[in-house]
Nanobody, 121 residues
Framework: QVQLVESGGGSVQSGGSLRLSCAASGSIFSIKAMAWYRQAPGRQRELVAT???????TYADSVKGRFTISRDAAKNTVYLQMNSLKPEDTALYYC???????????????WGQGTQVTVSS
């Protein structure tokens, strides 16, 4: 019903930058919030940044001042600009959207397939 497609991952050296994109498509009536999560090998998935519709962005302490989440509501797209990258930012990054679909009052979570970010020292 709803698909999230991420792009923009890759490999960079410490101090470099990457920009991730995630486009949502399908039977979308409204998107309540979009967010980025990440999961490093052997670790639990963690919230990186979230941007609710009409609300302020929030960030994990580990990325504050370095990452910026933004949304293009007309395109149902969320971005994550990542600057001053560190080796500890290496992870699989997932896009998440809380979506109300047409014909339903429920709000469900949808996930992208993940995009790899690797930062070398």
């Amino acid at each position: 019903q709803v698909q999230l497609v991420e792009s923009g991952g890759g490999s960079v050296q410490s101090g470099g930058s990457l920009r991730l994109s995630c486009a949502a498509s399908g039977s979308i009536f409204s998107i309540k919030a979009m967010a980025w999560y990440r999961q490093a090998p052997g670790r639990q998935r963690e919230l990186v940044a979230t941007r609710p519709s009409g609300g302020r962005a929030t960030y994990a302490d580990s990325v504050k001042g370095r990452f910026t989440i933004s949304r293009d509501a007309a395109k149902n797209t969320v971005y994550l600009q990542m600057n001053s990258l560190k080796p500890e930012d290496t992870a699989l990054y997932y896009c998440n959207a809380e979506v109300e679909i047409y014909g339903s009052d429920d709000v469900n979570d949808y996930w992208g397939q993940g995009t790899q970010v690797t930062v070398s020292s």
